[in-house]
């Protein structure tokens, strides 16, 4: 058992070497986001220094990823995700992703109602992108009023007041992506030779 916690805490630093090189990051900068110093973030790269949980959290929380992924813990070979729905303003979100920081995708439930609620716009950090899968879904996007009917998509800077509803008292249902600010969704097709 010894051997193999040795071996996966061996293959902390050169993976946390990576993560922070392929993000473009110095270990100045990562010293600033944790605070943790340069000297100890170099020794945990080289494997120089213990990675502890008092290291590794800041780290997974800058570099957005689960602390799993840091430490190569095994999959537990359950694919579902079981994350718990989340009420707001009447509706029901459930997340279908799970790792911390970066873009977030939830399925959206908006109730059935008798009346169709009135706009109550807000506004907030980041960018939202919206697949209706059923029903019609009215957007108001600054001073934008739009319905979109199942199949359509919509993306907006979460900054502008914005509301979402139904646009006829009916359920909807829809995907939405949430990025922080400046992170939008990009789809990316192949070219056909």
């Known amino acids: 058992m010894a051997d193999e916690t040795d071996e996966v805490l061996d293959a902390v630093g050169p993976r946390l070497r990576a993560l922070r090189k392929h993000r473009g990051l110095t270990l100045a900068d990562l010293s600033t986001a944790t605070g943790i110093s ?3 973030l170099s ?6 220094r213990r990675p502890t949980l008092e290291l590794l959290l800041p780290l997974a929380r800058v570099h957005g990823v689960p602390l799993d992924d ?15 729905p989340i009420h707001r303003h009447g509706m ?8 911390a920081g970066g873009v977030q995708a ?3 439930l908006i109730p059935s109602r008798d009346e169709p609620a009135e706009p109550t716009p807000k506004t907030h950090g980041g960018y939202e992108w919206v697949y ?12 934008r009023d739009l319905v979109l009917p199942p199949g359509e998509a919509a993306e907006f800077d979460t900054s502008l007041p914005h509301w979402l509803g139904s646009a006829d008292g009916g359920a909807v249902e829809t995907l939405v ?4 600010q400046g992170e ?9 030779r």
């Not at 939008?184 to 056909?192: E, F, I, P």
């Open 38 to 40: 340069e000297s100890t």
């Open 43 to 48: 020794r945990l790269e080289s494997g120089g």
């Open 70 to 84: 840091l430490v190569g813990a095994p999959r537990t070979g359950d694919p579902r995700v079981h994350l718990r």
């Open 92 to 99: 029901t979100f459930l997340p279908l992703t799970r790792r």
């Open 106 to 108: 939830f399925k959206m």
């Open 132 to 143: 209706v899968l059923n029903g019609r879904l009215r957007l108001v996007v600054g001073d």
């Open 177 to 180: 992506l949430f990025g922080p």
């Open 184 to 192: 939008r969704a990009h789809v990316r097709a192949r070219t056909q």
